[in-house]
């Protein structure tokens, strides 16, 4: 098998286990209901399952990945989709909403783990000017699993039960699993050293500047993403089906743009985080005033998902590259900054709609995002020391592949 070919196959594989674990993030959205009546709790309490997650990758991720900092890559990939699929099996026959809980702490720390692990390996299987589009397809597995994986999911915990959406996370997860260890080779890590040396360069400051960005631009984008549906309904006088198309298309652009900037990643990633900054400012500010005509908002929308999610390779791989010899470490930080903002986005939404009402949220978006401009600006001066460059260069495949 020629070096191009494998390395396509186990970034297809490291892609898989994206779409997996990225549908098993947002699929509980669907059935919350479902749950709660069948656990015999409130949808308010039910709703904790999600924030339970979300904490899982936020705070469990990085725990989990400086406690297994020595495994091999490989490995730690194999061992970490295993856990998944045991955690989500537990979620299966799961009686008391407390187990059921659990279980979503621990899968969370484990979708931190993976994807931070994921893309770096990736980034590690390909030439340095290809960095860009081997993250991309890590995080396009994620992006592709909201516009497929979680409709589907959906639809089939609400025609058969919710532990039938979580069964077929089991089996999917399962499958991700042989592919990744039929499929991805040995690799080096992109860090080097022990927890203690790895913390020091991941933590330094030009990673936590680097960190914040993401937190504002995610963070920012999610005030308004979070209330999507009631602005579209409200604001744009959309309802049903038509909520769903529009969803739909914000989603297929996002998808779209996760790929797309891989590419861009690879030619200037810092250029891509601020023309993305940029235009997102303006996507919104045109949401903000067009969002009663459906075209034009339907317009917005696409604009918005394009760049929104199409800057996240390129934020991935200037963390990773600014952390040096703590690659390994600052890769799941990036999905704690990302899930971080998510939380604290959602929560400054609430705060603007029940002040200002739904109608307000993309310009809070708006203003947010251009906040985050001067950071994203002064971010192309950010850089690795010289005396740390060379320990950091690129991870290659070792061994053969199995």
């Not at 991720?61 to 490995?75: N, Q, S």
């Not at 998944?84 to 899968?107: C, D, H, P």
């Amino acid at each position: 098998m020629s070096g191009t070919r494998s390395s396509t196959y186990a970034l297809a594989a490291l892609g898989l286990g994206a779409f997996v674990i990225g549908t098993a993030e947002l699929v509980i959205v669907g059935v919350l209901s479902l749950i709660a009546g069948d656990l015999d709790v409130s949808v308010g309490t039910a709703g904790l399952l999600v924030t339970a997650y979300a904490l899982g990758i936020s705070l469990g991720g990085p725990v989990v990945t400086a406690a297994t900092i020595r495994l091999p890559r490989r490995t730690l990939l194999g061992l970490a989709l295993a856990v998944f699929v045991a955690g989500n099996l537990v979620a299966v026959f799961a009686s008391a909403f407390g187990l059921l809980l659990a279980a979503r702490v621990v899968t969370g720390a484990i979708h931190g783990l993976f994807i931070g692990v994921a893309s770096a390996v990736a980034a590690g299987l390909v030439p340095a000017e290809r960095r860009g589009q081997a993250v991309s397809m890590v995080f396009g597995g994620i992006a592709v699993s909201t516009v497929i994986g979680v409709p589907l999911g959906t639809l089939v915990g609400q025609s058969v039960g919710w532990r039938a959406a979580f069964t077929g996370i089991v089996v999917l997860g399962a499958l991700a699993l042989v592919a990744v260890l039929a499929l991805v080779p040995a690799v080096e890590g992109s860090g080097s050293g022990g927890l203690r040396a790895q913390a020091r360069h991941a933590f330094a400051p030009r990673v936590l500047a680097m960190l914040g960005i993401g937190l504002l631009l995610l963070g920012g984008q999610f005030t308004a993403f979070t209330y999507l549906a009631p602005y579209l309904e409200d604001v744009t006088g959309i309802s049903g089906g038509g909520v769903s198309a529009f969803l739909l298309i914000f989603g297929l652009a996002s998808a779209v743009g996760t790929f797309a900037g891989g590419r861009f990643a690879d030619r200037n990633a810092d250029l891509t985080l601020l023309v993305g900054n940029t235009v997102l400012v303006l996507a919104l500010g045109a949401l903000h005033l067009t969002g009663s005509q459906p075209v034009l908002a339907a317009l917005a929308l696409a604009a918005w998902g394009l760049v929104g999610f199409g800057i996240v390779p390129s934020l991935q791989l200037r963390i990773i590259s600014l952390a040096g010899p703590g690659g390994d470490l600052a890769a799941t930080l990036g999905a704690s900054a990302v899930n971080a903002g998510i939380a604290a986005g959602a929560a400054i939404g609430g705060w603007a709609v029940a002040t200002y009402g739904v109608g307000r949220a993309p310009l809070v978006a708006l203003i947010v995002c251009a906040l985050a401009l001067p950071a994203t600006w002064a971010g192309r001066k950010l850089t690795l020391p010289i005396a740390l460059a060379a320990p950091a260069s690129r991870p290659t495949p070792v061994g053969d592949m199995p």
